[in-house]
């Protein structure tokens, strides 16, 4: 017997579509259920390692489907994300296929020629989750309602199609225009789709829910669709994939709870914001540890007011490292003598040189000079890393005592060699005294590493580092007590039919 699919779509972008698909897949889980997570087509350059359906090594899947399929306890897997997009720059995009990257398209070159195949994969994928599992909850794409899309919107209307998927339309009260934002998609859905509506969720809500309700009895009159829960505003600390959830240039980064250290006794660390930013969610956990203030700069800010400084993942390493030579950051970075950590992408950029350049960028340069900070240098080639990382981490350099399993994972194209005096980290990269890179993701979930750089930006400082004991839920969990405390999840399962 199939499963039934209930898809989770949304008015807009951003409106907590991930957030409220991950609270169901644990809430669901709780209730004794098989949950399976799903997206047809996914566009994102924070993305992670998981085992290929086929049980041919590993591939990619958006990090929300990661996040999801960890919150249902089950083995995250590229059946749960089988399109995924990730952007290069100049309107091409690399598209991966359960998993494995299979070409470089711009938008009219992937329609035209791509997207049929897309969509068969996406079938198939959603075909095999549903037959082993009790519910498969799929999490649409921007907005269900945009109309010139309708005709090949592979992650709502179709996945609303094949996948017979009931629908619980999600809205964001927060910019205003909740109901009209609702009415309006309502209005706009395809009329086969209209009556798979079970519901609408509305996110973000601040203040007092009575002051609501007449709204609520408006729009359930107007439409005849339910309005099964309306949720507070609240951060369960769930990683994003979408740069637009990235606090504003300058704003501090946070992570579910703010703590209590006061600034004087914080210390800063500077990110500069790539413009083809990846893997941003390598972030989170210094964001969340207690006096670590983490600020995603502009690429001309200075560095005044900064003890430490990460060079995150990115999708395009060269033509990045040209933007940060254009905006002037090398020259702001080579007056700062703090802690340096380079991510992947970010490692890439702290080495000495670039090489078969044209492969990646889209400048058509073929040898580029990096940032000089580390004696390595990269080779580019087609070959694609992807895969999980699970080592017994030696520290070197700025990162020195770090010691202990560390796991994480790659995806990366290029290989980089050590050519002058440093210290090899385990796990692939390279440190000295002051500057440490590597190619895992994932370093900072791991205690050992993110202490080691703490301490060494809190002795930049010349500040004492406080010591506090923070007891932090698990954020599937809260994820899950957000949904299932303001969704009527009984009456939801009720009209999917569990």
């Known amino acids: 017997m199939t499963a039934p699919t209930l898809l989770v779509a949304g008015t807009a972008s951003h409106v907590g579509k991930s957030t409220v698909a991950a609270g169901l897949c644990r809430a669901f889980t709780r209730h004794g259920l098989e949950v399976a997570p799903f997206k047809a087509q996914n566009m994102s350059n924070n993305?992670?390692?998981?085992?290929?359906?086929?049980?041919?090594?590993?591939?990619?899947?958006?990090?929300?489907?990661?996040?999801?399929?960890?919150?249902?306890?089950?083995?995250?897997?590229?059946?749960?994300?089988?399109?995924?997009?990730?952007?290069?720059?100049?309107?091409?995009?690399?598209?991966v296929v359960q998993g494995r990257a299979v070409g470089e398209h711009s938008a009219s070159d992937y329609y035209a020629t791509h997207w049929s195949d897309a969509k068969d994969?996406?079938?198939?994928?959603?075909?095999?989750?549903?037959?082993?599992?009790?519910?498969?909850?799929?999490?649409?794409?921007?907005?269900?309602?945009?109309?010139?899309?309708?005709?090949?919107?592979?992650?709502?209307?179709?996945?609303?199609?094949?996948?017979?998927?009931?629908?619980?339309?999600?809205?964001?009260?927060?910019?205003?225009?909740?109901?009209?934002?609702?009415?309006?998609?309502?209005?706009?859905?395809?009329?086969?789709?209209?009556?798979?509506?079970?519901?609408?969720?509305?996110?973000?809500?601040?203040?007092?829910?009575?002051?609501?309700?007449?709204?609520?009895?408006?729009f359930e009159e107007r439409t005849g669709v339910p309005v099964l829960g309306v949720l507070p505003y609240d951060d369960p600390g769930l990683p994003e994939e979408d740069s637009l959830s990235l606090p504003s240039e300058g704003d501090k980064a946070t992570l579910g709870d703010d703590d209590d250290i006061a600034d004087e006794d914080a210390v800063t660390v500077g990110v500069p914001r790539l413009p083809r930013i990846s893997n941003f969610a390598d972030l989170d956990p210094l964001a969340s540890m207690p006096g670590v203030r983490v600020r995603y700069l502009p690429l001309d800010a200075p560095l005044d007011n900064i003890d430490g400084v990460v060079l995150p993942g990115s999708k395009n390493t060269v033509d990045d490292l040209l933007a940060l030579r254009d905006a002037g950051f090398d020259d702001e970075l080579a007056s700062f003598d703090g802690p340096i950590v380079g991510l992947c992408g970010g490692y890439q950029l702290l080495g000495e040189r670039i090489e078969n350049a044209e492969v990646e960028s889209t400048q058509g340069v073929s040898t580029v000079d990096a940032l000089g900070y580390l004696p390595v240098v990269t080779k580019f080639s087609t070959e694609k890393r992807v895969e999980p990382v699970s080592v017994e981490f030696e520290g070197a350099g700025l990162l020195s005592g770090a010691t202990g399993r560390v796991d994480g994972y790659e995806i990366h194209m290029g290989r980089s060699r050590v050519v002058g005096d440093a210290d090899a980290i385990s796990g692939g990269g390279a440190a000295t005294n002051r500057v440490a890179g590597t190619y895992i993701h994932d370093l900072f979930a791991n205690e050992s590493p993110r202490e080691t750089f703490v301490d060494a930006v809190y002795q930049y400082a010349g500040r004492h580092r406080p010591t506090i004991e923070t007891e932090r839920t698990d954020p599937y969990e809260r994820a899950a007590n957000l949904v299932a405390s303001n969704v009527d999840i009984e009456g939801l399962l009720d009209s999917v039919g569990l």
């Open 121 to 218: 994969a996406a079938i198939a994928s959603h075909a095999r989750l549903a037959a082993s599992s009790d519910v498969v909850v799929a999490e649409g794409a921007g907005s269900i309602a945009e109309i010139n899309l309708h005709h090949r919107d592979l992650a709502n209307v179709e996945t609303a199609r094949f996948a017979d998927a009931s629908i619980l339309l999600v809205a964001d009260i927060e910019r205003g225009g909740v109901f009209a934002s609702l009415v309006g998609t309502l209005e706009l859905l395809p009329e086969d789709l209209r009556d798979r509506v079970v519901g609408a969720v509305i996110t973000k809500f601040r203040g007092d829910q009575t002051i609501l309700e007449p709204g609520l009895d408006a």
């Open 47 to 95: 993305a992670r390692a998981v085992a290929r359906a086929d049980g041919d090594g590993f591939g990619e899947i958006g990090v929300s489907q990661y996040v999801q399929a960890r919150a249902a306890g089950v083995s995250p897997a590229t059946d749960h994300n089988p399109v995924l997009l990730k952007p290069h720059g100049n309107g091409v995009s690399q598209l």
